[in-house]
């Protein structure tokens, strides 16, 4: 079925910055919207950026300006770049399929990876 694995987090000082990744897979996964989510335990989820297929791009007001999300449909791979990270940026970040040409909800999720981000 649908593949999604990231990779690319671990452990960074505050204003440091990462680049998560996330290789999809399937012929037809430039036409999908992909999306980055976050969790932290005991909070409530809270979706981190999206991308459509015409690299339109949305963020959280809480991540803006400061992450950016890409992708490269020749990799199949979505990008998340963070930078100038901050304590409360600590969470497992899962890369997410939405539909056809918009991420209008999230439909398959990757396995997740942990970003830390303390002093």
């Known amino acids: 079925q649908v593949q999604l694995v990231e990779s690319g987090g671990g452990s960074v000082h505050p204003g440091g910055s990462l680049r998560l990744s996330c290789v999809g897979s399937?012929?037809?996964?430039?036409?999908?919207?992909m999306g980055w989510y976050r969790q932290v335990p005991g909070k409530q989820r809270e979706l981190v950026a999206t991308?459509?297929?015409?690299?339109?791009?949305n963020y959280a007001d809480s991540v803006k300006g400061r992450f950016a999300i890409s992708r490269d449909n020749e990799k199949k791979t979505v990008y998340l770049h963070m930078n100038n990270l901050k304590p409360e940026d600590t969470a497992v970040y899962y890369c997410?399929?939405?539909?056809?040409?918009?991420?209008?909800?999230?439909?398959?999720w990757g396995q997740g990876t942990q970003v830390t981000v303390s002093s």
């Open positions: 997410v399929r939405g539909g056809w040409g918009q991420f209008n909800e999230p439909l398959y």
């Open positions: 399937g012929s037809l996964f430039q036409f999908y919207g």
């Open positions: 991308i459509d297929t015409t690299v339109n791009t």
